[in-house]
């Protein structure tokens, strides 16, 4: 069940304008739990990491947090010791402000990287946004960590666990900057249930893997990526556990949760008009199908005849056969939605029909191998005039 103003008890939200944007839109937010929460949390790959992620991976080691403080506008990346300090004064002034301790508190940024946090800014704004606080504020979070984004994106699922009804809701941000590990993107997930530090972290992490790492806007890795999901148990029931038979259902929740949410961000990808499900099926292994998802999912050629409604099928068989992936040409199906373009590699004709169905928002590639049983999904834009005119000014 979606939820976009979704209530998680013993969790409150704010979301303001500190003065970090030229548009003086709402751009820093607040998650604030009114107890210490189990935490887990998963960061960009890339070996440049921003300031703020280099703490939260000191302070997750711990697997408990209280807050999370997230500025939009500044990515605080490749600002040296200055970064670092400014990250540290942030989650130091949000701590004295909130009562709680320091190690209890995360920072996060999004924005321009190589520009100082204007952090006299963020640390006046503190106190209003702590004021600000309120149990129904999901959705001014969800608003004011959004940077290119054209929508807020919010997600929920209510679960049954063991005769109560648990909720798990996250927001999202990111449009431009997408590939993974992870792609490139701010994913916070809040739940009352009440769960054990390693099954969260498995759960998280394994729900990353299967949507956020299997989104592709741009194939550009961001040094601030994070996903994290706090847990803190008011739902008062048994904790689970990696064992418990209640971990499936969680973790089906919480995949639910992290598709939809990664869904919503390939939808708002940079100057994007359709949203596009590559499927491979029919592999020897999954690691094979998801090679040759990706090398799809990433040709630009591919990208682009998607955008000028060109069926062009030779550009997805190439990206196949140069995906790593083991394949047999003279095996290979590829369908446009369900219109069959190639058959055992060879073309069947049907190009007129299928540049009708590029007209449509929602696209499906399937490619099926016929060498195995394995399937991977992964899912990508087409790529417009309006990626390059955003990104062409973006510091400008």
Avoid at 174 to 196: Q, R, S, V
Avoid at 379 to 388: H, R, S
Wanted: one cysteine or more.
């Amino acid at each position: 069940m979606r939820q976009a103003t979704a209530i998680i008890p013993g969790f409150r939200f704010a979301g303001i304008s500190a003065g970090i944007k030229k548009s003086s839109a709402n751009d820093l937010a607040l998650i604030f739990s009114e107890t210490p929460a189990v935490t887990a949390g998963v960061f960009t790959t890339n070996k440049i990491k921003a300031a703020p992620v280099k703490l939260a991976l000191k302070h997750i080691a711990s697997q408990k947090g209280q807050a999370i403080i997230v500025n939009s506008g500044n990515a605080n990346a490749c600002t040296g010791n200055r970064g670092i300090k400014d990250a540290k004064d942030t989650i130091d002034s949000l701590a004295k402000e909130l009562g709680i301790s320091p190690a209890l508190v995360y920072a996060s940024s999004t924005g321009v990287i190589g520009r100082p946090l204007p952090i006299e800014k963020i640390k006046k704004a503190i106190p209003e946004l702590v004021g600000s606080l309120s149990p129904s504020s999901l959705q001014q979070v969800a608003s004011a960590i959004m940077t290119t984004d054209t929508f807020a994106k919010l997600s929920s699922r209510k679960i049954r666990i063991g005769g109560k009804t648990g909720t798990i809701a996250g927001i999202a941000k990111g449009a431009g900057m997408i590939c993974p590990n992870m792609a490139t993107m701010l994913c916070f997930i809040m739940t009352d249930i009440a769960i054990k530090p390693q099954a969260l972290g498995s759960a998280l992490k394994d729900a990353v893997q299967r949507s956020f790492n299997r989104i592709r806007i741009d194939n550009d890795m961001s040094t601030n990526d994070t996903a994290m999901v706090m847990a803190n148990g008011l739902l008062k029931n048994a904790p689970i556990t990696k064992n418990s038979p209640l971990y499936r259902k969680f973790a089906n929740a919480l995949d639910e949760v992290t598709h939809e949410l990664s869904k919503m961000i390939v939808q708002d990808g940079e100057g994007a008009t359709k949203l596009v499900e590559i499927v491979v099926k029919g592999a020897g292994t999954e690691g094979d199908a998801e090679k040759v998802a990706r090398a799809v999912a990433d040709s630009m050629l591919v990208k682009t005849a998607i955008y000028g409604m060109d069926p062009n099928w030779g550009r997805i068989i190439a990206a196949t056969g140069y995906s790593g992936a083991k394949v047999d040409e003279n095996k290979l199906d590829i369908y446009l939605d369900k219109i069959k373009l190639v058959s055992r590699g060879t073309g069947t004709g049907k190009e007129a029909i299928a540049r009708k169905l590029l007209a449509n928002k929602d696209i499906t590639i399937t490619i099926n191998l016929r060498s195995g049983t394995k399937s991977a999904k992964v899912l990508t834009c087409d790529l417009t005039e309006k990626y390059i005119e955003i990104n062409a000014h973006y510091t400008t």
